[in-house]
């Protein structure tokens, strides 16, 4: 009586990844942290770019605390809008006005904040593209929206367009695609997402409305060898980008982001009114204001990818030699690894035995894959491969 189950079920049990989080601290207190091998939370090991930090307290010795610290506007400070608007123009092409980008705590709540403008009863429907991010389920049931899955291409876990054909429906309200990909590290080609983008129009066009495409963005400029990463603006109007700096600027616990609206979509002013309102419903309102002004200044700065790439190679070379099947991923500091068995939570439980804790993925659309996240200091990595090969041997013998 008077408490929310569907709420306390989500209190109650902790996703996978953060269980396997909380088990490292206190495994790492019995036997020493240096001997548990912990590859499960995407929290970015590298620094934060030194012109950042610099950026911080040159604001906070120059700009007045009341400025630095007050609320600004619902939306976001204008000017901060204005410089990101700026950004995305010079970068990608698109003419984004400022009056069409909203500050927020991080990618989570731009996802939260886009699904609820955009979902209107229980019978609407968003597809979202395996392997994806768990807490996905979580914001689209709480938008009050049913999610469908659609299962990628096997081996190489790209999109697979007839797949996504089938998924599409008349309660479709929204898709939500995410490249470079959480937890597989995968980056969609240019041929997929022209087919993926294609099949949109032509569903929209069928249901006479539009079908919204929600490009969920923290990783993409974590991207190795010069892979190409498309603006999915333009390739599809009816485009919200919901981007965060926490991974590109190493910034997890600033909370600061943004959703964008691409301003070709078919009713660009009428879907920022209603993030607007969605933001405001749900109290995401005056993301952090020291924060909206640090990243105003440091637009281009990105962390040193070099260090998540070194990491990959050694981690991918390592595995496929002990016998794991592997997808190399292209971006992202993610690792996708096969069961040999086809069971991901045996080899969950047969790596924690080596003291390698690593993440089951049934709960991310697909079976019998684990993730790795690689984004733990080197000297970790390198440590661990005795473990990763003990274990390899394991189902070799």
């Excluded at 991974?247 to 943004?258: A, D, Q, T, V, W």
Aim: one cysteine or more; aromatic letters at 10%; glycine letters at 8%.
């Amino acid at each position: 009586m008077g408490i929310n189950k569907r709420m306390l079920g989500l209190g109650s049990k902790r996703s996978i990844i953060r269980e396997i989080f909380e088990y490292s601290k206190v495994r790492g207190a019995e036997i020493g942290p240096e001997r548990v091998f912990d590859f499960s939370l995407g929290n970015p090991s590298v620094p934060a770019p030194a012109e950042l930090n610099a950026t911080v307290r040159e604001l906070l010795d120059s700009e007045s605390s009341v400025a630095l610290h007050g609320y600004t506007s619902a939306q976001g400070d204008a000017g901060v809008r204005g410089v990101i608007a700026e950004s995305i123009k010079a970068r990608f092409g698109v003419d984004m006005p400022r009056d069409l980008i909203y500050m927020t705590c991080g990618a989570a709540a731009s996802l939260s904040i886009s699904l609820s403008a955009i979902v209107e009863d229980g019978s609407d429907e968003v597809v979202v593209l395996a392997p994806f991010f768990t807490e996905y389920r979580v914001f689209v049931e709480n938008a009050g929206a049913k999610l469908v899955i659609s299962t990628p291409c096997e081996g190489t876990l790209q999109p697979d367009i007839a797949d996504l054909e089938a998924k599409i429906g008349k309660n479709t309200v929204a898709i939500i695609v995410n490249s470079p990909n959480n937890p597989s590290g995968v980056v969609y080609t240019r041929e997929k997402l022209d087919a993926l983008c294609e099949l949109l129009r032509k569903k929209s066009k069928e249901y006479g409305r539009a079908i919204y495409l929600i490009a969920d963005e923290p990783y993409r400029e974590l991207v190795y060898s010069g892979v190409e990463v498309p603006y999915l603006m333009n390739l599809y109007d009816d485009t919200v980008v919901c981007y965060s700096y926490s991974k590109s600027l190493s910034l997890p616990g600033e909370r600061i982001g943004y959703i964008a609206v691409c301003p070709r979509a078919s009713d660009a002013s009428e879907l920022y009114l209603a993030i607007c309102g969605a933001g405001r419903s749900l109290g995401y309102v005056c993301a952090p204001s020291l924060f909206q002004r640090v990243i105003a200044k440091c637009q281009g700065l990105s962390v040193d990818v070099n260090v998540y790439r070194e990491n990959r190679d050694i981690l991918y070379n390592a595995l496929t030699e002990y016998g794991f099947e592997c997808v190399k991923p292209d971006g992202a500091f993610y690792l996708f690894v096969k069961s040999p068995s086809g069971d991901a939570y045996e080899l969950y439980e047969r790596a924690k035995r080596h003291e390698l804790l690593i993440v089951p993925c049934d709960d991310f659309g697909v079976t019998g894959y684990v993730r790795i996240a690689y984004c733990v200091d080197k000297e970790r990595v390198v440590n661990s491969l005795p473990a990763f090969k003990a274990l390899g041997e394991e189902y070799r013998g």
